[in-house]
């Protein structure tokens, strides 16, 4: 099996949609499918169940996904390792979920002007690890979401951001102007697996411990929504698709954006994407 093949699978199996999966590899979707067919192939048992509006994991699929991602991300720490070891000018940034973001588009812009001889090197993640990767040595900076767990870390707040409950459009709340959190307290809630930050799942579960559908990525979390009527949080300002509605909380903290280094990180490139990122968030 090839890494990239793999890279392609674990996309399909958190976007359960080959569509959505080959815009966020920036491909086609033919070759995607051609590969996936290859992978099930050599392993010999299919990794998809297939529908005209998307696809479910099988139980080989299910399976092949946990062990994907732990090869794919032991192939980034050998990656990381290898370029640290031939002294390459390189910087490697997590970033969570936002990637239409403006203001990552304003940083990146600002920082390839800056930093024009530097390799920066993207390692998206999905929900489970607010620090994407950070703490595992996977990535240098981590362009995310707070609050969670802030120890040995430095945290740089960029921008506030007011948030909502994502509903269905047709949910009965979906009307509302706005909503408080006591309200929802007999909904489904999406949950993240165990092991996941408590500081990041309790403000993502609105304070309270929740009972719903397990969740790795965002459009996991939309699915929830649209087949189960499951409610969860989101920042306002997002684009969504018209199934769906964002229907701002009023007693919920904003949620902030933050960039967040290891304490006591002394790399310069560092240290400059810091400053960079306070800049880029202002507009």
């Not at 290898?82 to 304003?106: E, Q």
């Not at 945290?155 to 951001?161: E, G, H, K, N, Q």
């Not at 799942?201 to 979390?221: L, T």
């Amino acid at each position: 099996m090839e890494l990239r093949t793999l890279s392609y699978f674990v996309a399909v199996a958190e976007e359960l949609h080959f569509g959505r999966a080959a815009t966020r590899l920036h491909m086609s979707q033919p070759p995607l499918s051609r590969a996936i067919k290859q992978l099930e192939a050599e392993v010999g048992a299919l990794l998809f169940a297939r529908s005209p509006t998307g696809v479910t994991l099988t139980p080989v699929g299910a399976v092949l996904l946990g062990e994907a991602r732990a090869l794919l991300d032991h192939a980034d720490r050998v990656r990381l390792r290898v370029r640290a070891a031939a002294g390459v000018a390189t910087i490697t940034v997590g970033i969570l979920g936002d990637g239409g973001d403006p203001g990552v588009a304003r940083l990146a812009a600002a920082y390839r002007r800056s930093h024009p001889g530097v390799d920066v090197r993207i390692r998206d993640t999905d929900l489970t690890d607010p620090t994407c990767g950070l703490r595992a040595g996977l990535v240098d900076v981590a362009l995310t979401r707070a609050p969670f767990d802030e120890t040995a870390l430095t945290v740089r707040a960029l921008r506030s951001d007011p948030v909502g409950v994502v509903l269905r459009a047709d949910d009965p709340l979906a009307r509302r102007d706005g909503l408080r959190l006591a309200e929802l307290r007999d909904r489904r809630w999406f949950t993240f697996p165990q092991g996941t930050d408590p500081v990041w799942q309790s403000y993502w579960n609105g304070g309270s411990p929740r009972e719903g559908p397990v969740v790795r990525a965002v459009q996991e979390c939309l699915q929830a929504v649209l087949w189960s009527g499951t409610v969860g949080l989101a920042p306002l300002g997002h684009d969504l698709p018209a199934e769906f509605t964002v229907v701002p909380l009023i007693d919920m903290a904003p949620s902030q954006v933050v960039a967040v280094c290891n304490a006591g990180d002394t790399n310069p490139l560092i240290r400059s994407f810091f400053e960079t990122a306070t800049v880029a968030y202002r507009h």
